[in-house]
């Protein structure tokens, strides 16, 4: 079985912050892992722009084991289309961009430190 992430940068609809993120925690991590394949989910603000142009603030990071990611994420297309998932209007969507990742490098741990 191969591992994959997907990440998802997005942004709230303007003045609705707090709604995006009280549906993006509370309600909308919780609908993606319930889609086969998908094993975890957790989100990120951005803190700093260290270099180059960071057009969204917030990342959603969710990790898949599968054999097939195409169908893991046609899964989650239809989900998200289906009465099943909630999305909310506080979400922009217009702005989402969205990458499947693979990996091409072990992990490499620091070394222990005293």
């Known amino acids: 079985m ?8 997005t942004e709230p609809t303007p003045g609705q912050e707090d709604e995006y993120n009280r549906w993006y925690n509370d309600v909308h991590l919780a609908d ?9 989910a957790q989100r990120f603000r ?3 722009a260290v270099s180059g142009e960071m057009p969204h ?22 989900a998200a289309e289906a009465a099943g998932m909630s999305i909310s209007g506080a979400l922009n969507s217009e702005t989402p961009v969205l990458g499947l990742f693979e990996p091409c490098s072990p992990v490499v741990m620091a070394p222990a430190r005293s």
């Open 2 to 9: 191969a591992h994959y992430k997907l990440l998802v940068w």
């Open 32 to 40: 993606v892992v319930q889609v086969p394949g998908f094993v975890s």
């Open 46 to 48: 951005l803190q700093t």
């Open 57 to 78: 603030r917030y990342l959603a990071i969710y990790e898949i084991d599968c054999d097939d990611p195409q169908q893991v994420l046609a899964d989650l297309f239809a």
